[in-house]
């Protein structure tokens, strides 16, 4: 499941949307200072987590 947030500052649209297409805490990095936490899902594979015409 995709996740949407905004809208958020932009420097160069003003205001925007992001949308996360990849699964919760799924990251190749651990980092101390990521807004999620620490990562439970570390991985270094490509995949399609959600289908192009479920996003469009």
């Known amino acids: 499941m995709s ?6 500052p932009s420097r160069r649209l003003g205001r925007s949307l992001g949308l996360d297409i990849t699964p919760y805490k ?6 101390v200072y990521c ?3 620490r990562t439970t899902n570390k991985t270094v ?3 399609e ?3 192009k015409d ?3």
């Open 3 to 8: 996740h949407l947030f905004g809208p958020v």
């Open 26 to 31: 799924t990251c190749t990095f651990d980092c």
């Open 35 to 37: 807004q999620l936490g």
């Open 45 to 47: 594979q490509r995949r």
């Open 49 to 51: 987590y959600i289908a």
């Open 54 to 56: 479920s996003i469009l």
